[in-house]
């Protein structure tokens, strides 16, 4: 069993800055990619930004420059630093990592979701 856990979500005005934590537990061998996905009310999941082991990054367009996607290796977490937020950030946020488990399988894991509002 392998559970992903995320925190940090909340309310935040317009220009203000928030922390999404995930952390992985349970029978991890290793993780490969560690991602970020959100949904809007109305619309389709879509990836904010990935992770690679190694610490590469690629982020969609719209958070370039604003987002950043960190993770400890140690720890199994993984961190999205959200800056200059905008109302249409809005969303439910996802945290999902690719792990190897202790038995040898290999799959993608999903955290809870988290709720991020930005509105004044």
């Known amino acids: 069993q392998v559970q992903l856990v995320e925190s940090g979500g909340g309310l935040v005005q317009p220009g203000g800055s928030l922390r999404l934590s995930c952390a992985a537990s349970g029978s991890i061998a290793s993780i490969n990619d560690m991602g970020w996905y959100r949904q809007a009310p109305g619309k389709e999941r879509e990836l904010v930004a990935v992770?690679?082991?190694?610490?590469?990054?690629n982020y969609t367009d719209s958070v370039k420059g604003r987002f950043t996607i960190s993770r400890d290796n140690a720890k199994n977490t993984e961190y999205l630093q959200m800056n200059s937020l905008k109302p249409e950030d809005t969303a439910v946020y996802y945290c999902n990592a690719d792990v190897w488990t202790s038995r040898n399988y290999y799959r993608k894991y999903w955290g809870q979701g988290t709720q991020v509002t930005v509105s004044s």
């Open positions: 992770i690679g082991n190694g610490g590469s990054s």
